[in-house]
Structures are given as structure tokens and as C-alpha cells.
């Protein structure tokens, strides 16, 4: 079945970095485009990057522009976040998903599969 496992959380000062990654498997990775989500405590679970299967061209929210990375590997099934500078608004669960899509939705119906999430916690 279908198994995709964040990791890469913690907590960090306003102003630090993280890495998040996304390992996927059960899929034929290279099909899928991905993205990355998150949720903050009383709120909706929002889009924050995401990267196309059919051309590998990433796209953020604009909260993120500049400062979040998106990337994958699909050798090894893998995608990342790299995030820097982080703020405190940036505090939520993160979520990793998958599309059988040629390009990654923004919308949470767009995807197929999710992950667990994993916690961000910046402190200001």
C-alpha cells in the first residue's frame, strides 16, 4: 500500500532553518506530483509548495516565496522542504501528499495520499 512518512520536525528560533523530508512508497514515485501542506492549531490545512511530475517545476504559496525550497528525488522516492528563514507564523503540522496529477493541486481534494504530518514549531 501506499506509505508517505514525514520527518525533519522540531523546534527552531524565528530566523533558523529546517529540512523536511518525504519518503514515499507503494507508488510508482515518479508519477505523482507532490506537495506539501500544513495546519496550524484552529485552522484549515492550507497548500505551501508543491512540485509537477511532468516537468518538475515547483510552485508556493506566497507566504513562502523566497524562503522554502521544494525538491524531489525521484531515484529515491524522496521530496524535501527546505525551509529559511523560518517565522513564527510558519508553527503547524506539516503534511506531505501525493496526485496522480500532472501538475500539483493546491487544494486538499487534489490529492491521493497523505502523510502523518510532522511538527513545526518556531519560536519567536
Known sequence: QVQL??????LVQAGGSLRLSCAASGLT???YSMGWFRQ???????????????NG????????????????DNAENMMYLQMNPLKFEDTAV?????????TAPVYVIGYN????????TVSS
Do not use: M
Open 5 to 10: 512518512v514525514e520527518s525533519g520536525g522540531g
Open 29 to 31: 514515485f515518479s508519477a
Open 40 to 54: 496550524a492549531p484552529g485552522k484549515e490545512r492550507e497548500f505551501v509548495a508543491g512540485i509537477n511530475w511532468l
Open 57 to 72: 517545476r515547483p510552485h508556493y504559496t506566497d507566504s513562502v516565496k523566497g524562503r522554502f525550497i521544494v525538491s524531489r
Open 94 to 102: 506539516y503534511y506531505c501528499a501525493c496526485a496522480a496529477a500532472p
Open 113 to 120: 495520499y497523505w502523510g502523518q504530518g510532522t511538527q513545526v
